[in-house]
């Protein structure tokens, strides 16, 4: 090998090298990417930090077990039980609030199920189940799964019977079958409103303060997993909480129709 050819493999290594640095991976929830929103913000995040954040888009669930594993370096997500546990667990350093949106109960424009009369959402879903009105399910573990489980729940509902259907999708997939099916589904609002497939689907209840949607971020514990960057992490999240986020998080807007709206408290 000559000397210039030495010095070209050097240089594109260290250049390789300073790539990956600054190069981190979070695990988000599909919700998060359905909206739309990681496309607005992320070229934004290089630009602002240097920093390249790599998506592993999955449920709730699975995005906090790969927190746990050390596959990832944070996890943005929305299921506080399941997040403070996680940190609990020592496999979090802390959980931070970014933003919020809420949950809306999508369905036929019809309404077939007279859901949209309730006062409540746990009595919108009890008229659901009562008509045995399709209803598609994400049933994956997500964020929106848990939070679909607990109303149920509390209004009481036994899910057997061939009206309810779990598809193990994230939410893009479950409102395609949804909407294939003219059937009832929980969406988080974001999704719904940047869902290009509606079909004879609408907006059937909304409203109830039980359908609040706090996400939240949540660095990897280099403790557990001493690869992890957290220093990326920290970076990322003091972006995550600039006034710059807030900007862009309360300025996306689907038709006139905020998506989400920036929360985070300074520390």
Do not use: C
């Not at 369905?107 to 009369?117: C, K």
């Not at 971020?217 to 986020?245: C, F, G, I, M």
């Amino acid at each position: 090998m000559t000397l210039k050819s030495l010095l070209l493999s050097v240089v594109a290594s260290l250049a390789a090298l300073s790539a990956q640095a600054d190069t981190m991976k979070m695990a988000v929830t599909t919700s998060f990417a359905n909206s739309g929103l990681a496309d607005v913000i992320l070229p934004e995040i290089e630009i602002d930090t240097g920093i390249e954040v790599q998506l592993l888009i999955v449920g709730t669930g699975q995005a906090l077990k790969l927190g746990e594993q050390g596959d990832v370096d944070a996890v943005l997500v929305h299921s506080r039980a399941a997040e403070e546990a996680f940190v609990e667990g020592g496999y979090g350093t802390h959980r931070r609030e970014i933003m919020y949106n809420d949950f809306v109960i999508i369905g036929p424009s019809s309404d077939p199920a007279a859901s949209g009369a309730a006062d409540e959402a746990i009595g919108a879903l009890a008229a659901i189940a009562g008509a045995e009105a399709d209803f598609v399910s994400r049933g994956d573990d997500s964020g929106t799964h848990k939070m679909e489980l607990r109303l149920w729940d509390a209004a009481g509902v036994d899910l057997a019977g061939d009206w309810y259907k779990a598809v193990g999708q994230g939410m893009g997939a479950a409102l395609n079958t949804a909407s294939g099916m003219n059937a009832y589904i929980l969406s988080d609002r974001a999704s719904w409103l940047n869902f290009g497939n509606k079909g004879d689907l609408a907006i059937v209840f909304e409203g109830d303060p039980v359908l609040f949607n706090q996400y939240a971020y949540l660095p990897v514990n280099p403790e557990l997993h001493a690869h992890v960057r957290n220093d990326l992490a920290q970076k990322l999240e003091n972006w995550l909480t600039s006034d710059r986020a807030a900007e862009l998080i309360n300025g996306y807007a689907i038709a006139g129709q905020q998506l989400f709206v920036f929360n985070a408290q300074p520390e």
